[in-house]
């Protein structure tokens, strides 16, 4: 949800940015916007779209689109579940177990 | 033809200790590399589903009879949800592992000839299977995942059943029935609040839609779900044994660290066997005992392994007990019932055991639906919120006593139908059998229908504000959303196609729905096909009139 709010946040930059464009015959939003994402698709966008397992059109479309909102989740997630043999020896603390209550 | 056995097996199989809990609910976006292959966890369990279907093969030939099969696999779906969606740090161990489910595939892939992946959560599958990847694994094997909910219906009669004589099923299950397609159960290792375990038949539950789910979702649950095997059964089950799942499922359970894989060719005996390794009496859980009684278990099942009992947390089937009153100080419960099964009341002021005794009337019911769900506002974030909001909940018609009708509180103490309205406070009355409290309830909160688990939570969600349901994980709430928007849309469709998914929603009392006298020769049979004529124009209007978005009473 937070991730579709972001990507409703973008659409609606770009859509000011074209109002600004086509209204006030000024298209710096459009200019920055595009400078910015492409910026980050050079940098981190494509190469984090790829890793993921996306394709590069996708990738390329999705990261000019929405910027960082498309590729930083991405990128968390991979980090998140990128494990080393070490994560998967069981310990105590592999889980907190909730106050259950049970009396029985 | 479905598989024969001369012998039947169950292997329990160990996995190595380690900690699995890594996507334990959801597939990891590396699914299908190198890099998951790679994973230890990974490695694990698919030695451990190898090792056991090897080893049952070699006590059954299960290999044999599905080699070149078609054959249909369901995992056991219900809310995913992934660490931090409730307050509890881990993965809701309440649907099969997808790990496991993939591995399970792996055996068969080189075995069969055709696989259809399909569940029906009751809810949204679609939107389930896809955060769970189960899509992901369809999409990896090169077949198709389909959700039952959204399937045209087929309909059949079971004249030896004694409460689902009349069933329907989705279409792709009519190919199980007539044996075209073999079917694989793979459920997970877990208490259930309606039948105290939930494994490899009861699993089937998930082939009814929703409107045939709630049909005699009341205390006659174990006989329905039993006489569901007249139809079809398991020809293969595997159980997910590597993180089991304890306490009041469908809520958010408690995990159970067991390390196994059990596999069987009997679903019966499977369940009879994972139960006692669950630590509970097989001979005494209510769904055994009927499942046995009809003669679907096997006594001569040969069971390789070694049966360890890991203690599971029971499911609590009742709203009386000491953790529901600490656990919700503010919630006044009444309860009473006059039918056949409940206890003469006989006196006004009766003891905490006798409430408990009318409780347990109807136990698959209402009160089983209200245990899950004070269950979900259990493990919400807003349970500090929520855990001293006052509420009077009323269910059943009333335990009669001089002519007048009386609900018990916990401790046994009788109320009558003026002394319930005059209570402080807003006041949930459920159950169709409730009517005669209807006017003790605050507006909106008779709960009509027996059963309708998803009328009933939405509107103790309302009665319970602010509490907020820990499985509409806000960052999946969209894609539960699209789910939901799918399910309606492709129902109403069907609708106006004149193939409705659903029977009529019939769910208004715990009746029997008998099915016409059939011809001597089918008496002796399992089952009957009984087919459903296309929809007339006047019917389809009403069907599409009847497709509701979440339930029957809301929208």
């Known amino acids: ?104 | 033809m479905p598989a024969t056995y001369e012998k039947n097996a169950v292997v329990i199989t160990k996995a190595p200790a380690l900690n699995y809990f890594h996507n334990n609910v959801s597939l990891p976006y590396d699914y299908g590399r190198p890099s998951y292959e790679k994973r230890q966890d990974v490695i694990a369990i698919k030695q451990a589903v190898r090792k056991s279907l090897d080893d049952l093969d070699k006590e059954t030939g299960w290999k044999e009879q599905f080699k070149g099969k078609k054959i249909l696999i369901k995992p056991n779906l219900v809310f995913v949800t992934p660490p931090g969606a409730y307050r509890y740090d881990y993965g809701i161990p309440q649907t099969t592992d997808p790990r496991v489910f993939d591995a399970v595939m792996e055996v068969l892939d080189g075995i069969v000839s055709d696989i259809i992946i399909g569940e029906g959560s009751g809810m949204v599958t679609w939107s389930y299977a896809h955060m769970a990847g189960y899509d992901r694994i369809a999409k990896n094997y090169g077949c198709k995942f389909v959700c039952f909910e959204e399937m045209p219906t087929d309909r059949y009669f079971c004249p030896k059943a004694e409460v689902g004589q009349e069933v329907y099923v989705p279409k792709i299950i009519s190919e199980v029935i007539r044996g075209e397609r073999l079917y694989v159960s793979v459920p997970k290792m877990k208490t259930n609040i309606y039948t105290g375990v939930t494994l490899g038949f009861k699993n089937a539950m998930g082939t009814f839609s929703c409107n045939m789910r709630y049909r005699n979702h009341t205390w006659q649950i174990d006989k329905k779900l039993s006489d569901l095997l007249y139809l079809f059964k398991p020809d293969l089950t595997v159980v997910d044994g590597i993180i089991g799942g304890g306490g009041n499922t469908p809520g958010p359970n408690f995990p159970v660290l067991v390390d196994k894989i059990v596999t069987g060719t009997n679903s019966v005996e499977v369940d009879r066997v994972v139960t006692e390794m669950m630590g509970f009496d097989p001979t005494k859980n209510k769904l055994l005992i009927e499942a046995g009684k009809r003669g679907f278990g096997d006594p001569d099942v040969k069971i390789v392994g070694k049966k360890e009992i890991t203690p599971f947390i029971p499911a609590e089937q009742s709203l009386l007990t000491p953790r529901f009153e600490r656990n919700w100080p503010g919630i006044r419960y009444f309860v009473g019932h006059t039918n056949d099964r409940a206890p003469k009341l006989e006196k006004l002021d009766n003891d905490h055991e006798f409430a408990i005794e009318m409780e347990k009337t109807c136990g698959g019911g209402c009160v089983a639906s209200l245990g899950t769900t004070f269950e979900v506002f259990f493990g919400s974030k807003t349970y500090p919120l929520t855990k001293k909001r006052k509420l009077n909940v009323i269910v059943g018609n009333g335990a009669e006593f001089e002519g007048k009708k009386y609900w018990l509180d916990r401790n046994g103490k009788a109320y009558s139908l003026e002394d319930l309205k005059a209570l402080p406070g807003m006041t949930y009355v459920c159950g169709e059998c409730s009517a005669p409290a209807k006017d003790a309830a605050s507006p909106g909160l008779w709960i009509r229908g027996c059963g309708e688990v998803n009328n009933l939570a939405f509107r103790l969600i309302l009665a319970m504000m602010p509490t907020l349901p820990g499985q509409f994980d806000l960052n999946n709430l969209h894609i539960i959303l699209f789910g939901f928007f799918r399910k309606y849309f492709i129902k109403l469709f069907m609708a106006a196609k004149g193939t409705p998914t659903e029977p009529n929603f019939d769910a208004y009392n715990d009746g029997l729905f008998t099915i016409p006298e059939l011809a001597e020769k089918n008496l002796d049979c399992d089952w009957v096909e009984a087919p459903v004529p296309k929809l007339t124009m006047e019917q389809r209007i009403e069907a599409i009139k009847n497709v509701k978005f979440l339930a029957k009473f809301l929208f």
Not at chain 1, 7 to 14: C, Q, T
Not at chain 1, 86 to 97: I, N, P, S
């Open chain 1, 1 to 104: 949800m937070i991730q579709f709010l972001q990507y409703v946040s973008a659409g609606i930059l770009w859509i000011a940015s074209a109002v600004l464009t086509i209204v006030k015959k000024n298209p710096i939003g459009i200019i920055i916007l595009s400078l910015m994402h492409a910026a980050e698709l050079f940098t981190v966008g494509l190469k984090t779209g790829i890793e993921y397992g996306k394709k590069r059109v996708y990738s390329i479309v999705m990261c000019m689109t929405f910027g960082f909102t498309w590729w930083l989740p991405l990128k968390k997630q991979m980090e998140a579940e990128t494990f080393t043999d070490a994560d998967f020896v069981r310990t105590d603390h592999d889980f907190t177990m909730p106050d259950t209550g049970v009396q029985n």
